[in-house]
């Protein structure tokens, strides 16, 4: 199982709608897919919704010490969703000992899953330090902006930190994804331009504009690239489905 998060602890960056399409993705892509909310918003518990009354394990109970006996909730053949609860509030103020737990209870799964979908709260804290030790690589979506700009350093020291502490040392960070961009306002063109002078291979190839077409996908719970019509929807279901093959062969889920 490869386990990829998406961090930013800037809100409204996209994280929820790239981990919905990358779940959305993997599953056409035969893969056996585990999404886990850690976002106390559950964007992406909403985006999901129950097929069965039967509830399955929540997200804070990956803290708990004791491995979970709870069962997953199946919103599929292969997709299984552990969703965002309000407890998870609570653990932002928990001791460090907290951080690993979450990525030694995912283990019970990684034999019947092939992907694990982190999302993560936008803020630093406890839960997204425990996801980003339980991954395999994180991707960082972000929008082209002064203010969005200036907190990514925060979010690269907190990356860098969750590796030389030795909570996961081996995580890899994937790149930054620019996301909901503005194509057509020249100063966010020349902004991703600058991103790309300043921070190199750091900022992935792939672009995602803001569309109308990807919020109306997301309100009607289907990848972008379903039901296209008109020329500005047929766009941005080729930036998605490209961008989230290009971060799925890159995790090593998928071939190329």
């Known amino acids: 199982m490869k386990t990829l ?26 893969l056996r897919v585990l999404i886990v909310d850690f976002d106390i918003q559950g964007s992406v518990t909403l985006s999901f919704p129950p097929v069965s009354d039967t509830a399955g394990l929540v997200a804070s109970s990956l803290f ?8 997953l909730e199946y919103i599929g053949e292969k997709v299984a969703i552990i969703r965002a609860d309000e407890n998870l509030a609570l653990l932002e ?54 203010f969005e700009i200036a907190g990514l350093a925060d979010l690269w020291k907190f990356i860098k930190a969750v590796k030389t502490k030795g909570y996961n040392p081996s995580l890899r960070l994937m790149g930054m994804l620019a996301s909901k961009v503005n194509t057509r306002s020249p100063e966010e063109r020349e902004g991703l331009e600058e991103l790309r002078r ?29 039901a296209t019509r008109g020329a500005g929807h047929l766009l941005a279901a080729k930036e998605w489905k490209k961008a989230c093959k290009s971060i799925l062969v890159n995790l090593g889920s998928i071939a190329k």
């Not at 460090?96 to 899953?113: M, S, W």
């Not at 996801?131 to 902006?145: N, Y």
């Open 5 to 30: 998060a998406a961090a930013n602890q800037k809100g409204g960056v996209g994280k929820s709608t790239l981990i919905v399409h990358l779940a959305y993705a993997g599953a056409e892509a035969g």
């Open 64 to 71: 708990d010490e004791e491995a979970p006996t709870t069962p």
């Open 93 to 146: 103020r928990a001791p460090d000992v907290f951080i690993r737990r979450p990525g030694l209870n995912l283990r019970h799964y990684a034999k019947d899953f092939d992907l694990c979908l982190i999302d993560t709260p936008g803020r630093l804290g406890m839960t997204l330090n425990a996801a980003l030790a339980a991954s395999d690589a994180v991707v960082c979506p972000v929008a082209v902006g002064l």
């Open 198 to 226: 300043q921070f190199g291979d750091a900022i992935l190839p792939d672009m995602l504009a803001e569309r109308a077409a990807v919020k109306q996908a997301i309100s009607r719970r289907r990848p972008v690239w379903v």
